[in-house]
Every structure is written in C-alpha cells, then in structure tokens.
C-alpha cells in the first residue's frame, strides 16, 4: 500500500433481497492510490458491494463512508465503469456524447457542454488510444472498443477512484490483458477498483485482492506465491480454496 | 395532385389541415425519437387513450376538449411515471388500466352531454381538415415550448436516455428527468390527436423515428430526419386522401406503416446483400476490428 489514507470503509455491511441475504458482515477499507481486486463467483454479491459503495442501494446494517462522507455525497469523486448490460448497445449515440456524459454533473446545468468539457472528453479518449473514433457511432465498436469507451467515460469525471465492474466479462483475453495494463497504468494516479469472476488475469495486477462470497477475505497478493499463483492461473476462481490458501486480515 | 393543390390554394381549411401537420410533425420527430430509443410506445397509448377521459369531461363541462386533452394527457403521465418509478412491477398494470379506463369514461361522458352528439368518430381517428385557426395557434407554443425544454436539457435527456445508472451517479435528478420526457411524450401525444386521432397516433409518434433510426446515429439527426419525415407523410396523407376522398387521419398512418414497411426491408436487403458481398471477397469471414 502506497498511503495509509483509507477513502472507502465498509463496517459489517449487511445487504438482503427480501429473504435473500446477499452480504454478511462485510468490512472492507480500500486505501489511498491501491489497486484492488474484488474477486467471486457469480451471485456472490460483488455487483451488489460495488452499488453500496456507490450509494446506489442502502445497505440494511452497517456504515459506509466514502472520503468521509456518505457515498451519495462522494458520487462525483468517483468513476464509475458499469457491465455492458445497463445499456442498449444500438442506442443512437456516439462516442464523444458517451464521454461526455462523464462531465454531467461538474458543467452547466442548462445548454450544451462547455468546451472545456469537449477537451477534456478529448483528452479521456487519448488516454484510452481511441481518440480518431471520437465521432463514430457507438453500435459500430467492438467489445474491446466499447469497453475502453466506458472507461474514457469514467475518465472524465476526473475521479479520484475508478470502480470497474467486470471490465472484461466480454471480451477476449489479448484485448482482457490490454485492459489491465490501462489501469495499471492509470493506478499512478488513481484508485482503481475492480470487480471480476475471474482472478487469473486480475492477481497479477492488483496489489491486494478481495474475495467475496456473501462473506469477504482479503489478502496481499504478495501472499499468494509459488503453488498458490500455479492454482489460481491454473483454474477459475471457485477453485481457489480459502481455507488453504489465505490468512484473514 | 391538381386538385389538391388548387384547394391547398383557394381553400382556408386546406392552409390550416397543412399547417396542422407540418406543425405536429415538429412535436412528433422529437418527442417520436425519445419514445423509439426508450421503447416506451406502450405509455404513449396509454396516454392517448387516457386522453379520451379528458376530453370527455371537458366536453360535458361546456369547456374546451382541447385543453381537456392536454389536462388528462399530463395526469396520465404523471401517474404512470409516478407508478413505475415507485413499482416498477405495477407499471403494465397501471397502464393497461388509465388505457380503458380512459376510454370508458369518455365515451360515457359524451354519450351523456345533453344537446347535439360530437363527433366521436373525429376524436378517435381525427379530423385535420376541421382544425380551427384557434387551435394551431396553441399547438404552435406547445411545440416552442416542447422544442425549447428539449435544447436546454438534451445533455440530462440523452444520458437519462441511454444510461439511468450512470445519469444518476453524475447526480443527474433522473426522477425528474423522466418525468418531464414523459410530460413532453403527453403533450406531442394530444397534438398529434389533432391530426390521426387517439387511436392512430402511436404510429404517428413512433413510426417516422424509427425509420430515422434506421438510417442516423444521433439522438438530434434523428429528431431532425423523422420531422422531416413527417412532415411528408401528414402532407402526403392529406394529399391522398383529399384526392381519393379519403378519411385523412387513416390514409396518413397507412402511408407512415407503409413507408416504415418498406424501409425495413430495405434495410434488412441491403445488410444481407453486404455480408454476402463481404465473404465473396475474402475467404475469412468478416470481424469486427479491433
């Protein structure tokens, strides 16, 4: 860890759908410029953490706080890159009005965006090497393509966190890899949080991992050496074994 | 066509049936495009049919079934809007309700309103060669001001639009938002019952921005390009239909359901034949690029 300035912090969240408990008891405190992986299966509430933390849904117990404060306060700090699934792929829009929208909230409530909006939207989509596809419609990109596009969207809320949810649920592993190497790169100057199924890719990345199943374990991933890195390339995540593998902290 | 454009000419009710739907066609093209890319057709005509309530009860109330329409239009709006945001469960339910409840009132209360029956044929199919000066006059300012609301907010629209997650993260009030689109989607839903009646109008609102749709990749082009579609289809459907005589509120539908028809299959055609063409060319089947 880079600093010790905790910015996110979860205590003993309990979130439930109806009957359905979906989080126990769950602590977490992300520091200052980490790179944090939040690893699980599917249906193992890592999509649900990421919304509390977000302030998008209330937990039923526990205390959240985003840079000290309540998370819906934090909301403009925050990047945020969502699944591909929130939206209608063959929605008419293109790639600059997408980034762009990245600046709502920070420009002029009335009217167009101003131009510094329009630069900074620019130099978003530079960051993410796809700034000559500024004017193309959003349905012609590929997965890889699109992906990037939300990220470069995140970019321009100027956040000082970047919360990915499965940024590369579908796209192939050469395009996977060059995905990572973008936050790892961006990690200089931001926190970046990810969630993903599969750790594989991930551990070799992120400087401490989560693994979340209603429950949650965190480690080092420094502590995860030799046969344990062997076991987690070799196999999905929901071969890794807990109880073997990691000390709790 | 002669005929046509010498009454277009020499007859007053021609100039404001014209008038008529190149103005509606203004409300139509930008409301129309919100209501294709938010697949909300099915709130459309359930506000239009809701209408009809309204309509109704100004009519027995000796006042204007206009601006009865535009009351029980905003009311509809505002309580399926309210519903799907409480529970989003109940909102088919709600809708198919206000839809015949709508309906039913109306026609009891028309059936009711002592002295000579209106016309509920021109309500439900509508009648755009009896618009009154009067009324073009106030579908005018609703277009200002449906257009005006539109550039103010197209930014908070279009990411309310497209992505409500996100829109709501950047601290947009995407409650409102909706709510105000829907508003707008009510009031361009009560001038095009000016032109095709309650009945037609869904194919009116969503028809010329889906096939602009087909062809443009931008919320504004779209808006554009299905204006000008329709002002082509009101006006063709005038010119037909006062040739042949013909109910003019059901030859312009047909010629939109036409025109949507065929470019569809235009488009369906013209993709195939590109693929076809694609693999004839290279033996590698096409991928997108990376």
Request: with cysteine.
């Amino acid at each position: 860890m880079d600093s010790n300035q905790a910015i996110i912090s979860l205590q003993d969240i309990s979130f439930r759908y109806e009957e359905h408990v979906v989080l126990q008891d769950v602590s977490l405190t992300v520091h200052e410029k980490e790179f944090l992986g939040i690893v699980g299966p599917n249906g193992s509430g890592k999509s649900t953490l990421l919304k509390i933390i977000l302030g998008l849904l209330v937990p039923q117990k526990g205390q959240v706080k985003v840079f000290g404060a309540s998370p819906e306060e934090a909301r403009l700090r925050i990047g945020y890159v969502p699944q591909f699934a929130t939206f209608d792929r063959n929605f008419p829009i293109s790639v600059r009005e997408t980034v762009l929208q990245g600046r709502l909230g920070k420009t002029r409530l009335i009217g167009g965006y101003r131009r510094q909006d329009h630069e900074l939207a620019h130099q978003s989509l530079e960051e993410v090497e796809l700034a000559d596809l500024a004017h193309r419609p959003l349905t012609s990109l590929s997965g890889g393509q699109l992906q990037r596009v939300l990220i470069a969207r995140a970019l321009a809320c100027q956040p000082e966190i970047l919360i990915l949810d499965e940024p590369t649920a579908h796209i192939d592993p050469k395009v996977e890899e060059g995905v990572f190497e973008l936050l790892k790169r961006f990690n200089q100057k931001l926190t970046v949080l990810v969630v993903s199924h599969d750790i594989g890719f991930i551990s070799r990345y992120i400087t401490r991992v989560a693994c979340l199943n209603r429950t949650l374990v965190c480690h080092a991933t420094s502590e995860i050496t030799g046969k344990i890195i062997e076991q987690l390339y070799g196999a999905p995540l929901r071969a890794v074994h807990h109880d073997t593998i990691l000390h709790t902290h | 066509m002669n005929t046509f454009l010498e009454a277009l000419v020499s007859q007053p009710f021609m100039q404001n049936a014209l008038l008529g739907g190149l103005l509606a066609s203004v409300a139509c093209g930008v409301a129309g495009t919100y209501v294709v890319v938010r697949r909300i057709g099915y709130i459309a005509g359930g506000i239009a049919h809701a209408v009809l309530g309204g309509m109704g009860l100004a009519y027995f109330l000796g006042r204007s079934p206009f601006i009865g329409a535009i009351i029980a239009a905003l009311v509809a709006a505002l309580i399926i809007g309210w519903v799907s945001m409480r529970w989003k469960k109940q909102e088919d339910t709600t809708i198919s309700a206000l839809w015949a409840i709508g309906m039913a009132v109306g026609v009891l209360l028309i059936a009711r309103t002592p002295g000579y029956n209106v016309d509920l044929m021109s309500y439900l199919f509508g009648n755009i060669l009896m618009i009154p000066k009067s009324q073009l006059t106030l579908i005018f300012w609703l277009d200002v001001g449906i257009v005006l609301l539109v550039l103010l907010f197209f930014k908070q629209l279009l990411a309310v639009s497209f992505d409500e997650e996100f829109a709501a993260l950047r601290q947009v009030p995407v409650n409102f938002f909706s709510m105000l689109l829907l508003c707008l989607v009510a009031l361009t839903v009560v001038i095009l019952i000016q032109v095709v009646g309650l009945i037609l109008v869904i194919a009116l609102l969503a028809l010329p921005a889906a096939i602009a749709g087909q062809y443009v990749h931008s919320l504004s082009r779209m808006m554009l390009f299905a204006t000008l579609l329709g002002f082509f289809f009101t006006t063709g459907g005038l010119a037909v239909s006062y040739q042949y005589d013909l109910p003019s509120g059901a030859t312009t539908v047909l010629l939109t359901g036409l025109a949507y028809l065929t470019s569809s299959i235009g488009v369906c055609l013209w993709r195939r034949w590109q693929v076809r063409r694609a693999t004839h060319s290279c033996s590698i089947p096409e991928t997108r690029a990376e």
